[in-house]
């Protein structure tokens, strides 16, 4: 139990630890919450302010432009003017738009969160949601601001935001989906824009009570017709002729007569860039395709609107000739072939030729080859701008709203800024027309919000010097006297109408207008800035010179009558049902082109007229289409025509800064013990108590019925200051009483643990220490018995040694298995038994001797035995008689020892042991090299296969008597191995005589020698002088 107490010092310990870990985090916590204080307070001068309204020199131009480009600078494109939104395009994508900031910016106050198009998307929403009124943001700026860009991520916004059904989903892709269609039909690369809309678009998306979206309507503004006949260098036409010649499947341009090629399409190369890196017209091909079908474009819809952008492709390659009266004529035009479905002929003869009807007659006036190109192109122009209203018609069918239901609806209009081009036209002269009345309706809409919010607050209203433009939209939209009522003049009266009388005739009707001067109306010094044919208005947002060249033709945009007829007769049905509605009204009573666009326009403003407006301003930071650059003139130039200033005095005319009670109070409260933490009575009684503590002064703010007005942003950013301050005091007691209680929360937590962790440690180790001692005991009983069995080995077998002798026993086998002899030579290295094992170990012995002999013996070859047969005859002969013989036993016997060569020439001798020798002359000891032969006769004395002598085995004595011829001395290398085999093949075992010392010998009968043997350095062999053989070995010889 001595380990309890450790334990607890050590969770003690790892407590500690994580306490001081802990601390050490929140002080981190505080400090990085220090930090982001002092940042965000100096956040301010980095990265500007968020909202115009609260910059103190709210006149000045710089300082707003300051403002614009020290966020640009930052990434922080959208800055607000109150409710406004202005959005500098930064030319590259940025990290704002994901699911994530989505969810943040749902449902979150306008001003919580730094400004964001969602934001504004958001608040227009649940403004709508709550109120049950209907809405409109107002998306412009200059071409490439960002319009579409814009309205493109609220319809995002409210695809993710809104609630979802199956049915609803449907509505909410065809709403998005419709968007590429229309830019495919509606946009094309210009030189400020490669995805330019060459369209104005108003969008309705209506919801239904619940916020989710049912169905909407688009409403599309004169459309850029004249591109489909004609692109300035650098520029395409819509983006739906290149997207079907490259996209387009081989059967479809098959069957439409369509070769993949642009270059052969007159109308697809004016402006030589047919290919442009930043647009992919194959996938965009692709996902035209996948919208048409969510929209519910059937085949034939489809199959027929490719027939007509393909016949307007096949249109512009007809070329005319002039015959030789110079009237136009179509030769072998193939391409005649793919158009419409109208039959050659009737095409022909009306692209040729103008019908004149006079009275009861119809007479065809022919075209002289200028005439006819411009027919041609006012045919392709008219089929285009056409299918373009039957396409948005179509889309509008597929996003109606089938329930009768009251909704309500957000409008979206993405809309052509203000445009100045180094030559002005007719298309400008409306689309800053359309401007000028968005300007007037901004006014209108901005000023009269702005009494409204005051007067229903209660506050007095202080008249707002501003510019109203009203004066400009007379100007041009005045009937009898204004520009649009003298143009549609001109273009209807008889005679003789040009454009230039047309100029002739503003100049005698609006001359001395302030906003109007032409070339022969200006004083001398503005004449030298204007042509002839030019006109200068000056609009809202700057002068703007138009070239009067085209007014006429642009706004009568007439087909020549038998175009209609073409038209027609079009195979094409849908085209063809299209124009059954509006023809019959087409050329007599179809209004100009302007008076269309006026009515539009003013059909438009009532629309807008009824709903709540909010505005998002998209300026273009550069000219050259780069992320990081900010053109301060040209940015300056957008904030003009914006009328971003303008909105920015209305705005501050009376009060800077505006909020609900509850919201202020809400925010500040920390700032004043009595309203914090919770104020008792009304926000507006809270708010009075607050600013009465932070000493505001009479005239720097004003209470309203639902909100304060604070009149100055200084007051407000000095209330803030103190506010952060406060909350950084603030922060530090709730971190204070927070560590404090989490710091309790994990104490106990801990202890608890550490109970629990000593109590199971404790029963761990009582059951060890239990183990412990049971196993001790074992041990005692078991050394006892040891000890007992030692004592009593010698005796009996008895209880007290049976266990001790069994272990001896088996530790002594044991050890034998592992001792064992591993060959019979080392049979002597037995492990030498104890007592009680003598008898066994004997008999454990014989036995494995016994098995290891009879393995060798089993392992033994023929040959060997043979060999060891002869080593046993050798070892009877010699054993103890030859000093050498030890020497000899391991070198074995060879059955021959004579070399090859010689045994060669020794064949004759068969397979019979050969042996070479000396052979010593008996008189004078003269030594022969000679081969003895031993075979079963005899023996043989040989000299290179020549038998020199015969010894028969008989006349081997082995004693000392004489011999008839006298004995023979050989010398031989091999002698043990020589006489072994000549003992066993001549059976002579008995006539083998080891003699020590001298040898005698018969050198003939009665004549004797002797050989002498002694050791010396080296063997040799010599007559000595005593005439004995002297042989000489050395140790071993
Ligand atoms: N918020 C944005 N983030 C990243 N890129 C943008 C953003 N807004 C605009 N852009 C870039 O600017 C290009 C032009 O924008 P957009 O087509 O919306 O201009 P626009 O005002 O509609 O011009 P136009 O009047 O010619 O139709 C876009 O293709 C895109 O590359
Ligand atoms: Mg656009």
Not at 278 to 284: E, L, P
Not at 477 to 500: N, Q, V, Y
Not at 931 to 957: C, G, H, M, N, P
Request: some cysteine; overall charge positive; glycine content about 6%.
């Amino acid at each position: 139990m001595r380990t309890g107490p450790t334990i607890t010092s050590y969770l003690c310990d790892l407590l500690k630890r994580a306490i001081h870990c802990i601390i050490k985090v929140i002080k981190e916590r505080c400090n990085q919450i220090l930090r982001n204080m002092e940042a965000s307070l100096t956040a301010r001068d980095r990265v500007g302010i968020q909202d115009f309204v609260l910059l103190d020199t709210y006149t000045s131009e710089s300082a707003f432009l300051d403002n614009l480009r020290k966020r640009f600078h930052e990434n922080l494109i959208y800055t607000y003017i109150g409710t406004l939104l202005v959005s500098v395009n930064p030319y590259k994508e940025l990290d704002i738009y994901s699911k994530k900031q989505m969810d943040t910016y749902m449902g979150v106050n306008f001003f919580e969160l730094p400004p964001h198009i969602y934001a504004l998307a958001d608040n227009v929403f649940r403004s709508m949601q709550s109120e049950f009124n209907n809405h409109f943001i107002l998306i412009s700026g200059e071409s490439g601001a960002g319009k579409t860009e814009a309205s493109k991520k609220i319809l995002q916004f409210y695809a993710v935001s809104c609630p979802s059904t199956k049915l609803l989903n449907n509505v909410r892709d065809r709403l998005l989906l419709s968007n590429p269609v229309l830019e495919a039909f509606g946009n094309a690369k210009t030189l400020k824009n490669d995805n330019s809309s060459r369209f104005g678009k108003y969008m309705d998306i209506q919801f239904d009570h619940q916020g989710g979206a049912v169905g909407g309507h688009i409403l599309s503004y004169l459309l850029e017709k004249s591109r489909v006949v004609h692109q300035n260098h650098g520029e395409r036409n819509f983006h739906i002729f290149y997207q079907l010649v490259e996209g387009g499947e081989e059967d479809l341009l098959r069957w439409l007569g369509l070769e993949r090629n642009c270059q052969r399409y007159r109308y697809l190369v004016q402006g030589d860039c047919a290919k442009v890196r930043s647009i992919n017209d194959k996938s965009d091909w692709n996902t035209v395709q996948k919208a048409l079908s969510v929209i519910e474009f059937g085949e034939s819809d489809i199959e027929h609107l490719f027939g007509i952008i393909a016949s307007v492709l096949h249109l512009g390659n007809i070329k005319f000739e002039a015959d030789v009266r110079g009237y136009a004529s179509l030769n072998n035009n193939q391409e005649m072939h793919w158009l419409l479905g109208i039959p050659t002929q009737v095409l022909q003869q009306g692209l040729t030729h103008r019908k004149i009807e006079a009275k009861t007659e119809e007479v065809f006036s022919p075209f002289s080859v200028d005439h006819a190109v411009y027919a041609r192109d006012a045919l392709a122009k008219a089929i285009y701008g056409r299918t373009f209203n039957w396409l948005v018609n179509k889309i509008n069918e597929s996003l109606v709203n089938k329930d009768s239901s009251r909704k309500t609806v957000i409008g979206l209009l993405d809309i052509y800024g203000f445009e100045v081009f180094n030559v002005n036209s007719f298309e400008q002269f409306c689309i800053n027309y359309c401007n000028e009345k968005l300007q007037q309706l901004f006014i209108q809409l901005t000023l009269k919000s702005e009494q409204e919010e005051y007067e229903m607050e209660g506050i007095e209203w202080e008249p707002v010097p501003f510019f109203n433009n009203k004066i400009i939209c007379d100007l041009v939209e005045e009937k009898h006297r204004g520009i649009i009522s003298l143009l549609d003049e001109e273009c209807l009266r008889p005679g003789e109408a040009t454009d230039l009388t047309f100029l002739e005739k503003m100049e005698e009707k609006i001359s001395g207008h302030p906003h109007f001067v032409t070339h022969k109306l200006a004083d001398q010094k503005t004449r030298k800035t204007l042509e002839r044919g030019d006109f200068r208005l000056l609009h809202y947002a700057g002068e703007v010179t138009y070239c009067v060249v085209g007014f006429l033709d642009k706004n009568n945009d007439l087909l020549y009558r038998n175009g209609k007829e073409k038209l027609i007769r079009t195979s094409f049905n849908n085209l063809h049902n299209y124009y059954k509605q509006t023809t019959d009204t087409y050329i007599s009573v179809t209004p100009q082109v302007v008076t269309q666009f006026k009515s539009s326009l003013v059909s438009l403003t009532e629309i807008l007229m009824s709903k709540e407006p909010w505005y998002v301003r998209c300026i273009k930071p550069n000219e050259a289409k780069q992320p990081g650059r900010f053109d301060d003139v040209l940015v300056r130039h957008q904030m003009k025509y914006l009328g971003l200033m303008e909105h920015l005095r209305v705005r501050r005319a009376g009060f800077a800064y505006r909020r609900k009670y509850e919201i202020f109070l809400q925010r500040y409260k920390p700032l004043c013990p009595e309203t914090w933490p919770n104020w008792k009575g009304t926000a507006a009684e809270g708010v009075q108590c607050l600013i009465k503590h932070l000493g505001y002064k009479p005239n720097e703010y004003k209470m309203g019925r639902t909100k304060i007005f604070i009149r100055h942003p200084s007051t407000l950013f000095a209330t803030e200051d103190a506010f952060q301050v406060c909350k950084h005091k603030l922060a530090t007691s709730i971190q204070a009483k927070y560590k404090g209680y989490r710091a309790k929360g994990d104490y106990l937590k801990q202890r608890e643990a550490a109970t629990k962790i000593e109590t199971c440690w404790r029963g761990l180790l009582a059951r060890k220490e239990r183990e412990k001692r049971a196993w001790a005991a074992i041990c005692v009983l078991i050394c006892y018995r040891f000890i007992k069995g030692f004592m009593t080995r010698n005796q009996p077998v008895c209880v007290d040694n049976s266990e001790y002798l069994a272990y001896v026993r088996q530790n002594y086998l044991t050890r034998l298995r592992d001792n064992l002899p591993k060959t019979v030579m080392e049979k002597d290295s037995w492990l030498t038994p104890p007592p009680i094992m003598q008898e066994a170990s004997q008999l454990l012995k014989k036995l494995y001797i016994r098995h290891m002999v009879r393995k060798y013996v089993q392992g033994i070859t023929p040959q060997r035995k043979a060999q060891l047969l002869l080593k046993a005859q050798t070892s009877s002969m010699f054993k103890g008689k030859k000093e050498n013989y030890p020497f000899s036993v391991c070198r074995p016997f060879m059955d021959t020892r004579i070399g090859k060569t010689k045994l060669a020439s020794s064949r004759s001798q068969g397979s019979r042991p050969l042996v070479p020798v000396v052979k010593y002359d008996r008189n004078g000891f003269r030594p022969r090299l000679r081969q003895l032969i031993f075979t079963q006769e005899a023996a043989y004395l040989v000299e290179d296969a020549k038998i020199k002598q015969r010894i028969d085995y008989i006349s081997l004595k082995g004693n000392e008597e004489s011999n008839t011829h006298g004995d023979l001395v050989l010398q031989c290398d091999y002698l043990f191995e020589a006489l072994t085999k000549l003992s066993l093949i001549g059976n002579q075992q008995n006539s083998i005589k080891v003699v020590q010392g001298s040898v005698r010998f018969d050198i003939q009968p009665g004549r004797e020698g002797f050989v002498d043997f002694k050791s010396g350095q080296e063997s040799m062999v010599y007559r000595a002088k005593n005439g004995h053989l002297m042989v000489v070995t050395n140790s071993r010889g």
